[in-house]
């Protein structure tokens, strides 16, 4: 069974840095992608910053200079570098990979999701 184990949130002040983890662990045959949304009160739920396997990147507008994801593919695990952190950018960031692991009649291609790690950003 494929699990998502997210770690690096916190309280920051405006201005530093954080950076978030997600390590899947568990029988997976391919990776196809894995990304970051994030969800505060209030607002939807959007996409921050997804890779795929070949190592292209996207980014909502708002975060793009200012955060980086990365992967590694040994376990694999996906990173997101967020510097000069804003008051708005406080939200509960999840962690999500689109890959395919096995079944009992053979594989599955879905999206896992991580628990949700908090972000805060204080002014």
């Known amino acids: 069974q494929v699990q998502l184990v997210e770690s690096g949130g916190g309280l920051v002040q405006a201005g530093g840095s954080l950076r978030l983890s997600c390590a899947a662990s568990?029988?997976?045959?391919?990776?196809?992608?894995m990304g970051w949304y994030r969800q505060s009160p209030g607002k939807s739920r959007e996409l921050v910053a997804r890779?795929?396997?070949?190592?292209?990147?996207n980014y909502v507008d708002t975060v793009k200079g200012r955060f980086t994801i990365s992967r590694e593919d040994a376990k694999p695990t996906v990173y997101l570098q967020m510097d000069s952190l804003r008051p708005e950018n406080t939200a509960i960031y999840s962690c999500?990979?689109?890959?395919?692991?096995?079944?009992?009649?053979?594989?599955?291609?879905?999206?896992?999701w991580g628990q949700g790690t908090q972000v805060t950003v204080s002014s």
């Open positions: 568990g029988s997976i045959i391919n990776f196809y992608a």
């Open positions: 890779i795929d396997s070949s190592g292209r990147t």
């Open positions: 999500y990979a689109d890959l395919s692991a096995p079944t009992n009649w053979g594989s599955r291609r879905l999206d896992y």
